[in-house]
């Protein structure tokens, strides 16, 4: 064979060659699944039709794989590689229907591998499960790896005999000799590679109205628990998303699998969603906001078996088709389900903040994002994606209306079921539907990164009534882009009532004549009920007038919206954070709305420790800290409670704060009609640790020999992490880049504790060397590690110490282009924190 090198991954220019040729690919495939082995030995069959006769035509199979006898049409070949490829000769190949056979043996282990095992240490069960997105299906087996190469899976699994296993489709046969089973499954419908999974071990099943739950055997009296739950927003949502869909269920069954320690709440694979256990079942006292958090994750998963998994992006620059998608729909069907209000206010406080966050950074990324090779796809991931995607597909429902966008949907599914599309295809279903021609809308938004920061200057004349009103944007990062705008801005006025204005602009500016005329209002606020983008800030006048009426306003979405913008007042240097939380403390204790009280608290906490002076801090610690105390015992609902109970955990400094933490942890003090779980208990210890008290390592000893659960010794290291010595420190840093079989969500969890907040000082040591680990976390961890490690080591940070450690970092150019953007992120909200925490010194 000649000489041939092909690059690193998957490259677009690797998969249009392939995908130019390539078609009616089926894999059938047998593996055999052992007990402790390390090793996982298995036999495929591809077979495809080609256009046109490739030399060398390059297979996927990378990392510590190892492939044996491998036969094209029938005929022997000699097995030549080149970084993560089999490259197959066109000596055999033929126009038209061709086979390739092959034997193979990939990896196995507790981390950082495509199939992984899990050993529950309660009852000693081992539990086997696949992850391949966005390109891990060659870790594992070799194939096609690239989304727009659809194919069909026939599945044959050998296992111990007490073994269940789970895939894509139902079982076809299962027979048991002795004490080993052999498991058959359907063949699939056409999926890509990421999507087909399957799962093994000793599982227990719950049964509903045709769907199953699977679980280990450990968590089945849990699960049972949850389950009915579960169950009927699954029910209830497939049928809801099959009306809106005008579409059935795509796939021929729907199992839900929960994963212990899995690295994402969810993963979609088609007919047999994973998902993290923690999702499902809850391992401290639930509040709404939990539920609905579950809700939103059993909703998000099952839209992707049409947004994702039905049809498919076809790369993963258009990674929003398909998560974006799942989120807003998640949504749209919970306010299907529900009344709308509340669900519309819990979209604004989950998905707007984060986005909003990333679009005023020089991190940032259009919504598409340009991915040169599959090796790169793991940085598409994460709030652009998540957030700003379905807040914009939000904004598209509102200007286009709920009709056509609904039809737009249902054509752009009904056109490319079981196929791949592009985000124009999409653009062009909504524009026939509307019949518009929304391609300037799409090329303002999904294009161009960043976000518009709107203002409004108006003014009222001496009949008390509104002389003008101007509505402008620019753009918040500088680059001098536009984008076309409409939205409902809200006249407040001081008796509490209010009136919705429509406005829209395409340019910097456009007066809004619709406002002229009506009385004087105390306060205007440019993005009433959330239907439109962007960085609405409040003039001064308003912004002192909504400090004023926040008391008065009964509508709870309006609550929300108006403090989400005092919020950005403070992050954009115009309300002193220590202001904004003296009016949380002020008005905390009378909201009774949970979700929101989560929101205010929440930022209440940021200002606390990133952003007020070490003097300030001091100044309202003990009036925070008692007002939370307060409010865990006499909150009028347990949601409250449980609220103000998490906040004392996260902001405990005082010795009075911990001696409360430390009283409930033993019993002596309870929290009305919330009776704490063991995860409760983790959590205390872990903060008492991190915050320095003399008694968090004895508990730490103490409670570790007392809880030798899997759950156990996971919060055991997770709570170690924040212990304040350096030589511990060194340790975990250690382990976390040594490949050491930590599992990656212990690792997760730990690293807020190993940078904690209190410890930056300590910590700063470790922030260089965390940016030089970055090319190596990429290439060896999942998608969103990089993301919580580098939010965790530059995040916690708040000096211009530490920012000038990033920008030497920066400036020596020590990161490939997709890094540098994710470190821009966060070096960006570290300049921030700088300059807020500047203007808050005294």
């Known amino acids: 064979m000649p000489a041939f090198c092909i690059d690193e991954g998957v490259s677009r220019e690797l998969a249009r060659e392939r995908a130019g040729i390539v078609s009616n690919v089926r894999y059938r495939m047998s593996v055999t699944l052992q007990k402790k082995a390390a090793r996982m030995p298995g036999h495929i069959e591809i077979q495809f039709d080609l256009a046109k006769v490739a030399d060398p035509l390059a297979l996927d199979f990378r990392g510590d794989g190892v492939a044996r006898e491998l036969k094209v049409n029938g005929s022997a070949e000699e097995i030549h590689s080149s970084n993560g490829h089999i ?55 070799p194939c ?19 073994w269940v296993v789970v895939s894509n489709t139902p079982v076809l046969a299962h027979n048991i000799v002795g004490g080993w089973g052999t498991t058959l499954f359907e063949e699939t419908k056409p999926i890509s590679t990421y999507l087909f999974a399957f799962a093994a071990g000793p599982f227990e099943a719950l049964e509903s109205s045709g769907l199953r739950l699977y679980v280990r055997k450990s968590m089945l009296a849990r699960a049972k628990e949850e389950w009915p739950g579960v169950a009927e927003t699954t029910r209830k949502g497939m049928e809801r998303m099959a009306s809106f869909f005008a579409q059935p269920f795509p796939f021929p069954k729907y199992d839900q699998v929960l994963i212990p320690g899995f690295p994402y709440g969810g993963m979609e694979h088609a007919g047999a969603t994973f998902f993290n256990e923690d999702v499902v079942l809850f391992r401290t006292v639930p509040t709404v906001n ?5 809700a939103e994750t059993v909703l998000h998963e099952l839209a992707h078996q049409w947004f994702g998994d039905l049809v498919t992006m076809r790369w993963f620059d258009d990674l929003w088709l398909k998560e974006g998608f799942a989120q807003y729909m998640a949504y749209h069907t919970m306010a299907e389900l529900n009344p709308p209000e509340p669900v519309w206010k819990r979209f604004y406080q989950s998905i707007k903040p984060l986005a909003y966050e990333i679009d005023a950074t020089h991190g940032t990324t259009p919504i598409y994002q340009q991915i040169p090779n599959l090796k790169d796809a793991k940085s598409a991931y994460g709030a652009i994606v998540y957030q700003k995607a379905p807040g914009l597909l939000r904004v598209l429902a509102f200007d286009i209306g709920e009709d056509h966008f609904r039809e737009g949907v249902r054509t752009f599914l009904r056109e490319h079921a079981y196929s791949n599309a592009e985000w124009s295809d999409l653009i062009g279903a909504f524009s026939r539907a509307s019949g518009k021609d929304l391609r300037p809308w799409a090329k303002a938004w999904v294009e161009q990164r960043g976000m518009p920061k709107v203002e409004i200057d108006w003014a009222c004349d001496s009949q008390n009534r509104i002389s003008s009103f101007q509505i402008r944007q620019k753009d918040a990062l500088g680059e001098g882009h536009l984008w076309p705008l409409r939205t409902q801005v809200l006249l407040g006025y001081a008796d509490g009532l209010s009136e919705r204005v429509a406005a829209s602009l395409d340019g910097a500016q456009a007066s809004v004549p619709g406002a002229i005329g009506k009385s004087c209002p105390a306060y205007v606020f440019g993005n009433d009920e959330d239907h439109a983008y962007g960085l609405f800030l409040l003039d001064g006048k308003s912004q002192a007038a909504v400090i004023a009426e926040l008391p008065g306003i009964q509508d709870p979405f309006l609550r929300a919206l108006l403090w989400g913008a005092l919020w950005d007042s403070v992050r954009e240097l115009r309300m002193a954070p220590v202001e904004y939380a003296e009016l949380g403390l002020r008005l905390l204790p009378s909201e009774k709305d949970a979700e929101l009280a989560v929101s205010i608290l929440g930022r209440m906490r940021i200002a606390f420790t990133d952003y007020l002076s070490d003097k300030q801090r001091a100044a309202i610690a003990e009036r925070f800290e008692n007002l939370l105390i307060q409010e865990i015992a006499e909150a009028p609902t347990t949601d409250l409670r449980i609220t103000y109970f998490r906040g004392l955990i996260a902001i405990a400094t005082t010795a009075h704060a911990r001696d409360v933490l430390k009283e409930l942890f033993v019993g002596r003090m309870t929290i009305p009609g919330v009776p704490l779980k063991q995860r409760d208990r983790w959590n205390i210890i872990a903060a008492l640790i991190a915050g320095g008290d003399a008694s968090g390592p004895e508990l730490l000893a103490g409670e570790s020999k007392r809880d030798t659960s899997d759950d156990g010794r996971k919060y055991a290291y997770v ?12 340790k975990y840093f250690a382990e976390y880049l040594a490949n050491s079989g930590v599992k990656e969500d212990w690792v997760t969890a730990s690293l807020p504790y190993f940078n904690y907040w209190s410890q930056s000082d300590l910590t700063s040591s470790y922030l260089e060397p965390a940016l030089e680990a970055l090319p190596q976390l990429k290439r060896e961890r999942k998608i969103f590690f990089v993301v919580n490690w580098l939010d965790s080591f530059v995040g916690n940070q708040h000096s211009p110490a530490a920012l000038q450690t990033v920008d030497r970092f920066l400036q020596a150019n020590r990161a490939d282009p997709d890094l540098r953007l994710k470190i821009l992120e966060v070096r960006d909200e570290l300049e921030r924190t700088v300059r807020i925490r500047g203007r808050s010194m005294p």
């Open 290 to 294: 939990d539920y609905n958090r579950r």
């Open 87 to 141: 490259l197959v000769s066109g000596k055999h190949l033929r126009r038209g229907h061709n086979q390739i056979e092959l034997d193979f043996e990939s990896g196995i282990a507790e981390a950082n591998r495509a199939v992984t095992r899990y050993v529950d240490t309660q009852d000693g069960s081992e539990y086997l499960y696949t992850l391949f997105v966005p390109m891990d299906a060659s870790l594992a087996f």
């Open 144 to 162: 096609f790896d690239q989304p727009d190469l659809k194919a069909r899976f026939s599945l044959n699994v050998g296992g111990p005999s007490d």
């Open 719 to 730: 709570s170690g992490a924040g212990i304040a010595k350096a030589e511990n420190k060194k």
